[in-house]
């Protein structure tokens, strides 16, 4: 009964300075929304740079040391698409140049289905499927004078003639291991010895990573079975780094917000003064006095967080069907080179962290008033 009583002058309190409140709840209900959107569109930042990194070419996971025959076992819930690789050391030459590369038979259909490197192309086209053809690097296709249409021959290390390629389309990623020492053409136009197989597996959108590639090393014990976060550690830094960042912004943005809630309670705390004076004579204990100011901020972060979550929500259920384009920023970024489109995603990190934090800061807003009254005689 006393608390509920607390609680009933608490809200009238706020009723009655209500322009004072509806101050205070703009600047809450707006941090919150702010940090709720900010917080989604960092998760989606994350998201566009692990699309554009592992789409580009490498896919979610890697792997090498498997055997054409066990390549059907790579089949396993979660994978979306499994793309064979078959590695083999040449020398394109012409009469002027030699430049050694790792030759790549690849399924032209299956590559343009599941990667983007298609789209780095800048002149041709990608080779066509059971063609003889060949697509290289602009930095090769300039050292060894090539343009689209010319032939070329590949040797081997100890300068044998195997066969002769028609450049069928040259191609820029902008990230030097893709964009030196490789050529791909189709796996039939692919000179018969030594090779390598190495494999690339394109995910579905929810498939939990961990999950895929311990069944995979289960099934496949003497491969090498790699996620990109093994391979890619620097992606997975950066968007540690990235949450660590959003972590320190909604602490900074409720640090703030809380002192100005706090200053401005302890101006009405001390311009009542009067009131409180009186509730003490009435036989109010101290303890009451600070469950009062406690209930009026909890009172009005609680709405203001629920407001601004509500409000931060549809904000962002807006721009995740029309994205941000931020390509005029990112063209030479190699974790942006295939789309500078950001969707925000939200998650309960996202949705849920920016409001506790803003009424977590707002019962600590009242620690100063509550000092400031018990202490007055």
Known sequence: MRFAFILKIATLILLRSWRATAVLSFMVITAVAALVFLSALAVGTNDAMIRNSTGLFSGHISGSGISASDAGKLQVTGVEQ????????????????????????????????????????????????????????????????????????????????????TVSG??????????????????????????????????AAEAPIDEVVSTLRTRLPTASVTPWMEFMPDLKQLIDLDYICMAIVITLVFAIVSVGISCTFLIFTLKNLREHGIMKAMGFMAGDTALLLVSQISLLTVFAATVGTLLGVLIVTVFAQIGIDIGAFTSHNQYFSVSGMLYPRLTGLALFTPPLVAVVFGLAAAIWPIVTIIRKN
């Open 170 to 203: 040259i191609y820029k990623t902008g990230i030097s291991h893709l964009d030196q020492g490789l050529a791909f053409c189709p796996t039939t136009a692919l000179p018969p010895g030594a090779q390598e197989l190495s494999v690339a597996l394109f995910l």
């Open 82 to 165: 499994v793309l064979l690789r078959h590695h083999r050391p040449v020398i394109l030459s012409t009469s002027s140049s030699l430049e050694p590369v790792t030759l790549l038979g690849v399924d032209p259909l299956q590559e343009q289905k599941a990667t983007a490197f298609w789209k780095k192309t800048v002149q041709g086209r990608y080779p066509a499927a059971g063609s003889q053809q060949i697509y290289l690097s602009q930095d090769s296709a300039k050292r060894l004078k090539l343009q689209v249409g010319d032939r070329v021959t590949l040797r081997t290390h100890q300068s044998v003639a195997l066969k002769q390629l």
